[in-house]
């Protein structure tokens, strides 16, 4: 049987909608889902099916006006974190009556009920200090919403819940990776969604469990901060991470097409090996030594610089020093295109001295495409100036990368 497991994280949850849309056009069947506080709402959407419901709650929900004014259009994670902070010193946590309301008219009873996905949360008893370890045939109908919002009581951040006396408070004091309670009930291939936020995460206690991890491939932001274009971003990284981990898109921080970064490598890839041996000189045993020595060039030389991991590496390190947004499927002409036109237009600055880049660089005075773009105009120099690109590439070797890779398509 094969699980969907969701980790708990706050607003980092809209990654799990967009892992839920390439799950549906990949067209992969889940027979159980058990999720850890947002991982247990979002869970729940996807046993009852509501996939446009749960996408509109993700991407039209005003999340701040469900716990309190003051956090209205709030992206500053500083501010937010100060806001928390009051609330939790005034108070057991912000009350979360508008999210409570939220969630029992998202969720359909018949439908969830009804559904053939089987179901499994996790909360933690404040009161008895005891995990809450529950699946569908054991939560009553009238109870399924106060459990999940029991799972998402962020405590001391958020108010606990009181069920029948007792006090509630988030999964993640227990298990945010929910994946022992999915393989309780049945579950024998796993795919299991990491949020990379705050909990206890407890080892898989069972070692024939088939577990593929979907993690994110970038920063998701902070769980406090419920920004809309962060939400619709994480959703759209979600849903890459996805395919390039089922094998349907390339790349590792971005996302290509499937295949292009190989037709890139077929086109590049020889010019790129000979122009990095050409622009650094490696013509001595020092030198090879000198490079050796690190790590980014350690597999590069190995490989006798014909290497695609490297190549591939160098413009996705170059698109993030140009910040190009990295939640696009990109056509690889289209992303070279985009690199070459940003690259031009940063501007064209005298060529620093040697000597003053690498006081720049003990400094960190310097934005990175500054070193990128004299790196480039060194490489644009006769062959007298190869020793002082050696001395560039040892001091700033993601940057010297991507400028060869801008001076091989270029």
């Known amino acids: 049987m094969k699980a969907l497991v969701l980790a708990g994280g706050g607003a980092k949850g809209a990654y799990e909608m967009g892992v839920w849309k390439a799950l549906r056009r990949l067209k992969i069947k889940?027979?159980?889902?058990?999720?850890?506080?947002?991982?247990?709402?979002?869970?729940?959407l996807i046993v009852q099916n509501s996939y446009y419901k749960a996408m509109r709650l993700w991407l039209t929900t005003d999340f701040y006006k469900l716990f309190g004014s003051e956090l209205k259009n709030l992206t500053d994670v500083k501010k937010a974190l100060q806001i928390y902070s009051e609330n939790i010193l005034k108070r057991d946590g912000i009350d979360t009556y508008g999210y409570q309301d939220l969630v029992k008219k998202t969720i359909d009873l018949?439908?969830?009920?009804?559904?053939?996905?089987?179901?499994?949360?996790?909360?933690?008893?404040f009161s008895t200090r005891k995990p809450c370890l529950l699946?569908?045939?054991?939560?009553?109908?009238?109870?399924?919403?106060?459990?999940?919002?029991?799972?998402?009581?962020?405590?001391?951040?958020?108010?606990?819940?009181?069920?029948?006396?007792?006090?509630?408070?988030?999964?993640?004091y227990y298990?945010?990776?929910?994946?022992?309670?999915?393989?309780?009930?049945?579950?024998?291939?796993?795919?299991?969604?990491d949020l990379e936020s705050v909990g206890i995460v407890r080892n898989v206690k069972d070692d024939n469990v088939e577990i593929t991890y979907i993690k994110?491939?970038?920063?998701?932001?902070?769980?406090?901060?419920?920004d809309q274009k962060l939400i619709k971003k994480n959703i759209a990284i979600g849903y890459n991470?996805?395919?390039?981990?089922?094998?349907?898109?390339?790349?590792?921080?971005?996302?290509?097409?499937?295949?292009?970064?190989?037709?890139?490598?077929?086109?590049?890839?020889?010019?790129?090996?000979?122009?990095?041996?050409?622009?650094?000189g490696i013509n001595t045993k020092k030198t090879l030594n000198k490079l050796t020595s690190i790590s980014f060039y350690r597999h590069l030389i190995k490989n006798n610089f014909n290497d695609r991991k490297t190549m591939n590496k160098s413009l996705e390190l170059l698109g993030e020093i140009f910040e190009v947004p990295n939640q696009?499927?990109?056509?690889?002409?289209?992303?070279?295109?985009?690199?070459?036109?940003?690259?031009?237009?940063?501007?064209?600055?005298?060529?620093?001295?040697?000597?003053n880049l690498k006081n720049l660089h003990f400094n960190q005075t310097i934005n990175r495409r500054h070193i990128v773009k004299h790196i480039y105009n060194y490489m644009l120099k006769p062959v007298e100036y190869h020793k002082q690109l050696l001395e560039l590439s040892i001091l700033f070797p993601k940057e010297f990368m991507g400028a060869l890779y801008l001076y091989t398509i270029s």
Do not use: W
Request: proline share 2%; hydrophobic share 35%.
């Open 110 to 125: 018949n439908k969830f009920y009804n559904s053939p996905i089987n179901y499994g949360l996790i909360t933690y008893n």
């Open 135 to 172: 699946t569908k045939n054991k939560i009553k109908r009238d109870k399924l919403c106060d459990y999940i919002i029991a799972s998402t009581s962020c405590f001391p951040a958020l108010d606990m819940k009181e069920i029948d006396g007792d006090k509630y408070v988030d999964g993640g």
């Open 328 to 355: 696009k499927i990109y056509d690889i002409n289209m992303f070279n295109h985009i690199l070459k036109t940003d690259f031009a237009n940063f501007g064209n600055e005298e060529l620093i001295d040697i000597e």
């Open 175 to 193: 298990d945010n990776m929910p994946i022992n309670l999915a393989v309780d009930m049945g579950a024998t291939n796993v795919i299991a969604v």
């Open 216 to 226: 994110p491939s970038c920063d998701l932001g902070n769980f406090l901060v419920f």
């Open 241 to 280: 991470d996805t395919m390039k981990k089922f094998g349907k898109l390339d790349g590792d921080y971005y996302t290509f097409k499937k295949n292009h970064l190989n037709k890139n490598y077929q086109k590049y890839g020889e010019e790129f090996a000979y122009i990095a041996k050409r622009m650094i």
């Open 30 to 44: 889940i027979d159980i889902v058990t999720g850890t506080s947002i991982g247990s709402l979002n869970g729940a």
